[in-house]
Nanobody, 125 residues
Framework: QVQLMASGGGSVQAGGSLRLSCALS????????VGWFRQAPGKEREGVAS????????HYADSVKGRFTISQDNAKNLVFLQMNSLKPDDTAMYFC??????????????????WGQGTQVTVSS
């Protein structure tokens, strides 16, 4: 059973930065991807970034390209989301999830079976 725990959220002003962490425990095989997703009030959950852990391949939503970076520390079983140049539109609950996306559906929430609790990110203007 894979377990995930997200942390690192907080409140920042527009233009600021935050780094989210996702701690993984339990069995994860080489084909596992870890994704970051977010959900703002009244909106659907959307994929932000993902990493295919075995080859360090990353994918990003257009809305965060150039501002967010997903990375991992394999030795510590951690996945990070560095968020720079934050905007008020980035305000949401952020979740990390593990799964085995098929067909290139790297940012599709339905391709991820294991989810952690969320961490709130609030960006003020």
């Amino acid at each position: 059973q894979v377990q995930l725990m997200a942390s690192g959220g907080g409140s920042v002003q527009a233009g600021g930065s935050l780094r989210l962490s996702c701690a993984l425990s339990g069995y994860t095989y080489s084909g596992t991807s870890v994704g970051w997703f977010r959900q703002a009030p009244g909106k659907e959950r959307e994929g932000v970034a993902s990493i295919y852990r075995s080859i360090n391949s990353t994918h990003y939503a257009d809305s965060v390209k150039g501002r967010f970076t997903i990375s991992q520390d394999n030795a510590k079983n951690l996945v990070f989301l560095q968020m720079n140049s934050l905007k008020p539109d980035d305000t949401a609950m952020y979740f990390c999830a593990a799964g085995s996306p098929h067909g290139g559906m790297w940012l599709d929430q339905y391709e991820y079976a294991h989810w952690g609790q969320g961490t709130q990110v609030t960006v003020s203007s």
